[in-house]
């Protein structure tokens, strides 16, 4: 793809996000911000018997990248054990962009989402 189609990818996830809302009785609740942007993310998700994302909802507001990030990133983890999202690592979450390599000052925007379910696992328990 041409960087105009990740942008476009990019820009179609920020204005229709997937997944944006709030879950009742949620194993993992958190809200996290990246200071540096303005960032701000909340997560919602719910793990099944077996440890793995059943369902996962964020609500935010931020920048392109961290709300597409978010976006993209709920549809991403669904179905996941708590263990692949504790591996889950930058290259992963740029390659869920769609292959975009973020500048330095964009990385924070695009790893909120990772970095606050990586949190809130912790904060969980991890699985029941
Ligand atoms: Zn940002």
């Known amino acids: 793809m041409s960087s105009d189609l990740y942008r476009e990818q990019l820009l179609d996830h920020y204005h229709n996000p997937e997944n944006f809302g709030v879950l009742d009785n949620a194993d993992v609740d958190i809200e996290m911000d990246n200071p540096t942007c303005g960032d701000m993310i909340h997560l919602t998700a719910r793990l099944d018997s077996a440890g793995r994302v059943a369902e996962v909802m964020f609500e935010g507001q931020g920048c392109v990248i961290s709300m597409a990030s978010a976006s993209m990133f ?26 975009v390599k973020l500048s330095m000052g964009r ?19 991890g699985a029941r």
């Open 74 to 99: 709920t549809e991403h983890v669904k179905g996941k054990t708590v263990q692949e999202i504790a591996a889950m690592s930058l290259t992963e979450i740029e390659q869920m962009m769609g292959g």
């Open 107 to 125: 990385v924070k925007c695009a790893l909120l989402p990772l970095n606050a379910m990586k949190q809130g696992l912790k904060e969980s328990g």
